[in-house]
């Protein structure tokens, strides 16, 4: 106690969309660390604010109207800049005294201080910086930040890398704010970060701006803060967030050997790492598994090994499809992460990535949009080819388009992108699902997906999003065929009416039809373009009802889903989530809205089978 700063709150800026996972939620474990590190020299640290909410910003004001505060610490990203601007103008409002660090302000220090409502800026790792800026207040006393005196910017000098992790204090998870229906430390989605750092250096990756070079918690540290986290009675999806997880496999395994040895295995697990690395551990992967490992993200990137040369990733193809392999053979699901638009490639290239990722076997696959964030190699090489189009900070979160290549302009590669989705996900919906409602549904769960994406993108029109589902479905119309292996498998609507049309409509004489029809134990789908002008018995989507429905539901999906992912989970807790969940707004609205939107169209479209098998059976 007696610092300079007494009352502390502490807030990650928000990007303007999240996409709607579990996993994409924030936990706030980053400045879980910071409010853990000024806890015993203040009288007072709070996360007062999740943005899940219905309305966030008004939860801040009032949390600093009638809370004594002192100093607002707001940590950023790129693609949050704007929103972390927006809340440091609403705590100079409030006179309150304004630090921001994160990924973007220690790239860009100068910029973020040109903004009269920010005092200083913490230029990298952030800990030991603020745990002396909250102690003695800003000078050149305090090394690894950068403040304004006089008018003027004030830089105190490089403050060196934290060398034993150990010696952090673990995150303050009791600060938390309360969401989904938990508070502090029951929060059933969590982050862990067991090193900071990386050994590579990615053209693409921002990593290096604050964390540098690879340093590693050990195994006993580790296993301290999992023992915090565990509970028996409640698995917990746990996202181990480091850059890359299995750099040291020895360590990893050793982390794995204390789980199992104390009985920390109630978890679901999730991590990314980087491809080499799955196949170097292949050995340790049943041990992953039995602690709770279910889900590995893969830093797959690109399929065109110059463009994987130009980004420096030192991926080979082989390992690619050895890593997927590896993990599938154990029951872990991989998702590869692949990056189209590096500013070499062209369409041909970009229709490369879909067929990779579908020949690598991988049921998800997530495409982002090359994004140079400031402090990267790969900012100055697209600077220098006059390729970045925007500056507009709130579309850098790897999915808004910002640059141009050599080969696409930004209409093209927004086009491609869609293309990218469509011709991926589409036959997900034929070779999955028997019935044709079945894949109508997992069509429109691809539309939801997309226009995510797209929302993240402010550049990005309402009838370019439109635009952009026609382009993702028209992607995938080719022939598929799945036999059946009996009778039994085939589904109703096919055996009585022999053939389904799933209609897709963008504007009149503009549709996408998906003809579904049974021929010889096989359900065969052929897609094509239509003017309309024939008749269908089938199911007609129209692009603009859906895009209404998505729009509606879309600010309330990241609840949704992680709470759904919390009863997956914990499928005997039901009761207890999904009371409270069933009858809350935030779910009865987008359940009247999708029940609304498809009701009349599953009705009329059950009808037009109904009338044509009639007809069909008068002709004869």
């Not at 999806?237 to 299995?246: E, P, Q, S, V």
Request: net charge positive; hydrophobic share 35%; proline share 5%.
């Amino acid at each position: 106690m007696g610092g300079c700063f007494e009352n502390i709150c502490l807030i990650k800026a928000p990007m303007l969309f999240d996409l709607p996972h579990a996993q994409d939620t924030s936990d706030f474990t980053e400045i879980c660390y910071l409010a853990a590190m000024v806890e015993p020299y203040v009288n007072s640290v709070s996360i007062p604010v999740h943005f899940y909410s219905g309305k966030p910003y008004e939860v801040y004001v009032k949390f600093l109207k009638e809370h004594p505060v002192d100093l607002v610490g707001i940590s950023s990203m790129t693609g949050a800049f704007n929103n972390a601007i927006r809340l440091a103008k609403i705590a100079k409002e409030h006179d309150k005294y304004v630090v921001m660090g994160g990924y973007h302000p220690s790239a860009l220090p100068d910029d973020v201080l040109k903004s009269p409502y920010v005092d200083a800026v913490i230029i990298g790792e952030g800990e030991l910086t603020f745990k002396d800026l909250v102690a003695n207040g800003p000078g050149k006393h305090v090394p690894g930040m950068a403040y304004k005196e006089n008018g003027n910017i004030v830089y105190t000098g490089f403050r060196p890398l934290i060398a034993d992790l150990d010696l952090i204090p673990h995150p303050l998870r009791s600060a938390r704010p309360r969401r989904f229906g938990e508070k502090g430390t029951e929060y059933s989605i969590d982050t862990v970060f067991t090193s900071r750092g990386c050994p590579w250096q990615c053209s693409f990756c921002a990593n290096d701006v604050i964390n540098k070079k690879w340093r590693a918690r050990s195994p006993e540290n580790v296993l301290e803060e999992l023992s915090q986290l565990h509970d028996p009675d409640k698995k917990k999806l746990i996202k181990i967030w480091d850059a890359n997880f299995m750099t040291d496999i020895n360590r990893v395994e050793k982390i794995c050997d204390l789980m199992l040895e104390h009985d920390l295995t109630n978890f679901k697990i999730w991590m990314e790492t980087r491809i080499a690395d799955i196949v170097r551990g292949e050995r340790i992967m049943d041990k992953l598994y039995r602690v709770g490992l279910r889900h590995v993200s893969l830093g797959i990137e690109s399929p065109n090994e110059e463009t994987l040369k130009l980004m420096k990733k030192k991926n080979t193809i082989d390992d690619c499809f050895k890593a997927v392999e590896i993990l599938k053979r154990h029951g872990i699901k991989a998702q590869g992460y692949f990056i189209i638009g590096h500013y070499r490639e062209t369409k041909e290239d970009t229709e490369r990535y879909p067929e990779f990722a579908d020949a690598l076997g991988l049921r998800h696959g997530i495409f982002m949009v090359m994004t140079p964030y400031p402090g990267t190699a790969i900012f100055e090489e697209f600077k220098q080819e006059n390729k970045i189009k925007s500056y507009d900070w709130d579309n850098y979160n790897n999915f808004g388009t910002v640059v141009e290549t050599r080969g696409m302009d930004l209409q093209t590669l927004k086009k491609m992108y869609a293309w990218c989705y469509g011709k991926f996900y589409t036959k997900f919906a034929f070779m999955h699902q028997r019935k044709p409602l079945g894949m109508a549904i997992d069509l429109n769960q691809l539309l939801f997906l997309l226009y995510g994406v797209f929302s993240m993108d402010k550049s990005t029109s309402r009838s370019e999003i439109k635009d952009r589902f026609f382009d993702a479905l028209e992607a995938g119309y080719i022939r598929y065929e799945k036999p059946l292996p009996t009778k039994k498998k085939i589904p109703f609507t096919l055996r009585f009416f022999k053939k389904v049309t799933l209609r897709f409509t963008h504007s009149p004489g503009r549709n996408i039809d998906f003809c579904i029809t049974l021929k010889k134990n096989a359900i065969h789908v052929e897609g094509k373009q239509t003017d309309g002008s024939e008749k269908i018995n089938g199911y007609t989507f129209e692009l603009e009802k859906i895009l209404k429905l998505s729009e509606t539901i879309h600010s309330r999906q990241s609840m949704i889903a992680s709470t759904f992912e919390i009863l997956k989970n914990n499928p005997h807790k039901k009761l207890d989530y999904l009371l409270p969940l069933i009858f809350s707004r935030g779910f009865l609205i987008p359940l009247y809205s999708i029940v609304r939107c498809f009701l009349p169209i599953i009705v009329k479209g059950s009808l037009s089978l109904a009338s044509g098998a009639v007809t069909s059976s008068w002709s004869r």
